[in-house]
């Protein structure tokens, strides 16, 4: 049974930093790309950063690139997202996904608040 726990959410003044991580359990992590995706109050689903199976590709969304890093260890099954120069627009409700895109598993997500 695929599992996906995020942790590490909370509220950062802007500037700040966060750091997200997601535990997967219940299928063969290392094998699959992961994706990060979020979602703003009345806002849809919006996807934030991928990376390959390794770990050597990554790609950010325009309104997050330069500021966040995806990562992953796949010794310990965990994919996560250190997020700097935290802005008020990147508060949402972040989740970590099964594979590429946005349609996969996801777990229940962390919420990111961003304010002073």
Request: net charge positive; aromatic share 10%.
């Amino acid at each position: 049974q695929v599992q996906l726990v995020e942790s590490g959410g909370g509220l950062a003044q802007p500037g700040g930093s966060l750091r997200l991580s997601c535990a997967a359990s219940g299928f063969t992590f290392s094998s699959l790309p992961m994706t990060w995706a979020r979602q703003a109050p009345g806002k849809g689903l919006e996807w934030v950063s991928k990376i390959g199976s390794v770990g050597y590709d990554t790609y950010y969304a325009e309104s997050v690139k330069g500021r966040f890093t995806i990562s992953r260890d796949n010794t310990r099954n965990t994919l996560y997202l250190q997020m700097n120069s935290l802005k008020p627009e990147d508060t949402a409700l972040y989740y970590c996904v099964k594979g590429a895109g946005t349609l996969g598993a996801r777990g229940q997500g962390t919420q990111v608040t961003v304010s002073s």
